[in-house]
């Protein structure tokens, strides 16, 4: 094998997120002498983002003041709340919105579309950004500290051999390494474990976003509205919620949220959100509309009792990919924006990761979090009591004594023997898409057939014996794309990875309770690519 080729850079960052963007802007505006590298690997800048997405314009004010005389292409400021408790067939509005929810003088975007308005910016400033680019694991110097990334070879057959276009991948090294990569980042779960940057907090704790954009007849939407919702489908041990959002030219985007730590084996959090779609508050609005996109990805909620140490010998972590989104507002990306933009002011003279964790717990964002830190585990005991801890804790600011604690979502899910399922009463479906697979072709989610198989499952025959039988296969209902399937050939059941339909929601990852899925990226560019999501 010849050596790898190399590129040298100060900085290389590891997506091209909010998070990533802003650090690079922010990096540049205040050392243009820097080298400064963003890959991402999506095909495109944006296609692998997803978000619902209401924004706070704070941070974005801060790194680029002028923003709002050139906003991104989808950008409606947001006019009126509604938040719902919805039964099967009614529900009810509050009459107040928490205030947390409070959406006056946010704007409502495709975070997608932000990120490739933002990229040209960084650009404009001298980042180079190489969309196309999938770090397949760090690249450690001789004294085992971070020195950039490896990126993936391409061309490789799924048996292991090479191509006639195979290209081996490039380390990219850097004096320092800022990973941005999202909830349950693939580099950032190596070095976590490396350098044991979780000893002392809890496990992370995500949910599983599920979002569409439609197109509705003229007339129905009212530009600006955002309703959030509670309830039905989900039962009141089942965290879930969904989200909707009035945008302009008679579109919506709408999703619903399902808390990974869901018991129930049985459920399915993408037909939970197509549930909710047939509620009488819902189902008038989308009836005749056409879905433009769909997709899914994993949402990082621990909050503060999960955050790892945020740095590390060569790196440091920022963003979802540290853990900073704040639940109870539904909102990332302005935490993802204004850690960037403190990394990049704590590294911008020394190029060095040391005093980043304690300048980043001593900051705003820290403190935010720290405020609402018991209100997702307080929806552990069922939605009635989360509510009402969510009052207090609003209350009293986050200031009461006690901290509650996350266990590792994988270990939520009760075995068959030992759970009643509720009676879902789930109605019958008309709204577009009918399925699984179906919701991948609105991802125009794309793989190359002859590669690796990303999906690495550790022993497949505990797939057919101990979890058939524990839990039923999970993986074949909290997938959204229909990865896994269980198939029978000549009376022998074996477990079937349809890797091509994979949207990189990283979901499989969380939630299998033996931990013997393993998500590794694919080739780059391969993945979802959405439009204005």
Known sequence: MSEREFMEYDVVTVGA??????????????????????IEKASTIGAHILSGAVIEPQPLDALLPGWRDNPPPICVAAKDDEFWYLSKTGGFKFPIVPPQMNNHGNFIVSLGALCAWLAPQAEALGVEIYPGFAAAEPYLNEDGSVGGVRIGDMGIAKDGSHKPGYTQGIDIRAKLTVLAEGARGHLTKQLVKKFNLDAESDPQSYSIGIKELW???????????????????????????????HLENDQVALGYVSGLDYRDPNYQPYEAFQQWKHHPTVKPLLE????LSAGARAIVTGGWQSLPKAEMPGALLIGDTAGLLNVPKIKGTHQAIRSGMLAAEHIAQSLSSVGWDARLRASPAMAELKKVRNIKPGFKKGLWFGLINAGLETLFGGALPWTWRNKPDYASLNKLADQESPKRDYVERDLAPRDRLAGVYFAATEHDEDQP??????????????????????CTRF?????????????????????ANCVHCKTCDIKDPYEIINWVTPEG????NYQNM
């Open 17 to 38: 997120g909010p998070a990533g963007l802003a650090f690079a802007i922010r990096l540049k505006q205040v050392n243009p002498e820097l080298s400064v590298c963003v």
């Open 215 to 245: 197109q509705v007849p003229a007339g129905r939407v009212s530009p600006g509205k955002i309703v959030h919702s509670l309830g039905w489908p989900a039962d009141s041990r089942t965290y879930g919620g969904s989200f909707l959002y």
């Open 288 to 291: 005749g509309g056409t879905i």
């Open 453 to 474: 198989v990303h999906l690495k499952v550790a022993d497949t025959s505990i797939c057919v014996s101990r979890c058939a039988e524990e839990y039923g296969n999970p």
């Open 479 to 499: 997938c959204p794309a229909g990865v896994y399937e269980m198939v029978e050939e000549e009376g022998v059941k074996r477990l079937q990875i349809n890797a």
């Open 525 to 528: 560019g391969a993945g979802p």
